[in-house]
T-cell receptor, first 113, second 114 residues
Framework: GESVGLHLPTLSVQEGDNSIINCAYS??????FIWYKQESGKGPQFIID?????DKRQGQRVTVLLNKTVKHLSLQIAATQPGDSAVYFC????????????FGRGTSLIVHP | DSGVTQTPKHLITATGQRVTLRCSPR?????VYWYQQSLDQGLQFLIQ???????AKGNILERFSAQQFPDLHSELNLSSLELGDSALYFC?????????????FGPGTRLTVT
């Protein structure tokens, strides 16, 4: 079946660097995407979302880019901080389906001070 | 703090037993979702309730059931437990069922089946 997946299971960066976490999706009918952050011992936390009619959306220190041509999603974190260390999940929702997202397996971001 | 509470935080039980996990959504949220998170399966959607009624069903086993009460808290019942049911169980809530779609997750219940 169609699924959401991540290219890199672990990403290590130095504090202050920019981080890019990638996500590939296979369902061309997906019309809404979400990034979640999950810190150790906690539940996932909403970071940012983007609809399929957009290519880019910016939040506080985060930017999500959507390339529908190649079905690729990325989360960019500017000036990465140790507090950004967590597992990041992308999730997608299919157009016309229920509002239940399908989660990818996650990428672990490790920020070294 | 997301405003979603889950109890208990940890639960250890034996195979064949039955447990109940409890979730209180954020104040004002009508939708409650249950997810199972294990190392090999990631975050899997189990079931959604909206204002007391089942709205969507995911990969929920027949041994599992849930309900949402008039005060909007929800319970997930897991029966005939197997070793493979050991996982983190998350509850999430949202104001409604449509977009914008921001789910607020609770801290989870870690279930260990021995």
């Amino acid at each position: 079946g169609e699924s959401v997946g991540l290219h890199l299971p672990t990403l290590s960066v130095q504090e202050g660097d920019n981080s890019i976490i990638n996500c590939a999706y296979s369902n061309s009918a997906s019309d809404y995407f979400i990034w979640y952050k999950q810190e150790s011992g906690k539940g996932p936390q909403f970071i940012i979302d983007i609809r399929s009619n957009m290519d880019k959306r910016q939040g506080q220190r985060v930017t999500v880019l959507l390339n529908k041509t190649v079905k690729h999603l990325s989360l960019q974190i500017a000036a990465t901080q140790p507090g950004d260390s967590a597992v990041y999940f992308c999730a997608e929702k299919s157009a016309g389906g229920s509002y239940i997202p399908t989660f990818g397996r996650g990428t672990s971001l490790i920020v070294h001070p | 703090d997301s405003g979603v509470t889950q109890t208990p935080k940890h639960l250890i039980t034996a195979t064949g037993q039955r447990v109940t996990l409890r979730c209180s959504p954020r104040s004002g949220d009508l939708s409650v979702y249950w997810y199972q998170q294990s190392l090999d399966q990631g975050l899997q959607f189990l079931i959604q309730y909206y204002n007391g009624e089942e709205r969507a069903k995911g990969n929920i086993l027949e041994r599992f059931s849930a309900q949402q009460f008039p005060d909007l808290h929800s319970e997930l019942n897991l029966s005939s437990l197997e070793l493979g049911d050991s996982a983190l169980y998350f509850c999430a809530s949202s104001p409604g069922t449509g977009l914008p779609y921001e789910q607020y997750f609770g801290p989870g219940t870690r279930l260990t089946v021995t």
